[in-house]
């Protein structure tokens, strides 16, 4: 289950791609006419610039280990995301579960429980198998054994509702003083 900061990944992105224009534009205005002449009012670059082959590979090398880079970053952030919760397949039959009625079967169950703020509920394929990764938000001075009990009931529904048990993450952040982990029925 990867999860990542997303404003993280897109400001990394930004830097590297201004940084490979930058670099982009320096090449071209040593060696391109028309690149010089657009970006003379903006800075002064020199008639001629003598630049040594060598060195234009090297350069060129460090882009491209820059956009390599840049593309195994943005290949290994969030995988394993799925919105499928549960697939069955009997004979030609096929039936698929969303996360949308796990979401829905959570946060009905636990509408009724005085310490919970909100629950996000996300579903991930982890080794082949989906598994379910539950955030419940506390409220302040909460009492997290409750919590964790209307959490525990709301998997059994679920459970109940989906006619199998589904691996499921329960994470309680917010009112408690430390963050509290329970893994239920890991595969």
Same mark, same amino acid.
């Not at 919760?85 to 829905?104: C, F, I, K, M, P």
């Given at each position: 289950?990867?999860?990542?900061?997303?404003?993280?990944?897109?400001?990394?992105?930004?830097?590297?791609?201004?940084?490979? *224009?930058?670099?982009?534009?320096?090449? $071209?205005?040593?060696?391109?006419?028309?690149?010089?002449?657009?970006? /003379?009012?903006?800075?002064?670059?020199? =008639?001629?610039? %003598?630049?040594?082959?060598?060195?234009?590979?090297?350069?060129?090398?460090?882009?491209?280990?820059?956009?390599?880079?840049?593309?195994?970053?943005?290949?290994?952030?969030?995988?394993?995301?799925?919105?499928?919760?549960? /697939? %069955?397949?009997?004979?030609?039959? %096929?039936?698929?579960?969303?996360?949308?009625?796990?979401?829905?079967?959570?946060?009905? %169950?636990?509408?009724?429980?005085? =310490?919970?703020?909100?629950?996000?509920?996300?579903?991930?394929?982890? /080794?082949?198998?989906?598994?379910?990764? &539950? /955030?419940?938000? *506390?409220?302040? $001075?909460?009492?997290?054994?409750?919590?964790? =009990?209307?959490?525990?009931?709301?998997?059994?529904?679920? =459970?109940?509702?989906? $006619?199998?048990?589904?691996?499921? &993450?329960?994470?309680?952040?917010? $009112?408690?003083?430390?963050?509290?982990?329970?893994?239920?029925?890991?595969?």
């Amino acid at each position: 289950m990867t999860s990542s900061n997303r404003t993280i990944n897109r400001v990394i992105l930004f830097v590297l791609g201004l940084v490979s *224009v930058v670099v982009g534009l320096a090449m $071209g205005a040593g060696v391109l006419p028309a690149v010089r002449d657009a970006l /003379r009012p903006y800075m002064t670059i020199p =008639d001629r610039v %003598e630049v040594p082959a060598a060195s234009l590979w090297v350069v060129a090398a460090a882009c491209l280990v820059v956009v390599v880079l840049a593309l195994v970053w943005v290949l290994t952030r969030g995988r394993g995301g799925t919105a499928i919760a549960v /697939r %069955e397949s009997v004979g030609d039959d %096929e039936v698929t579960v969303n996360v949308a009625l796990v979401r829905d079967v959570i946060d009905h %169950e636990l509408a009724g429980v005085r =310490d919970v703020v909100s629950s996000k509920v996300d579903v991930y394929t982890v /080794r082949k198998h989906r598994a379910a990764r &539950l /955030r419940v938000a *506390v409220r302040r $001075g909460g009492d997290a054994v409750t919590v964790l =009990d209307a959490v525990d009931a709301a998997i059994t529904t679920l =459970d109940r509702t989906l $006619g199998r048990q589904v691996p499921v &993450l329960v994470h309680l952040t917010g $009112g408690t003083h430390v963050p509290v982990s329970k893994v239920s029925r890991v595969v």
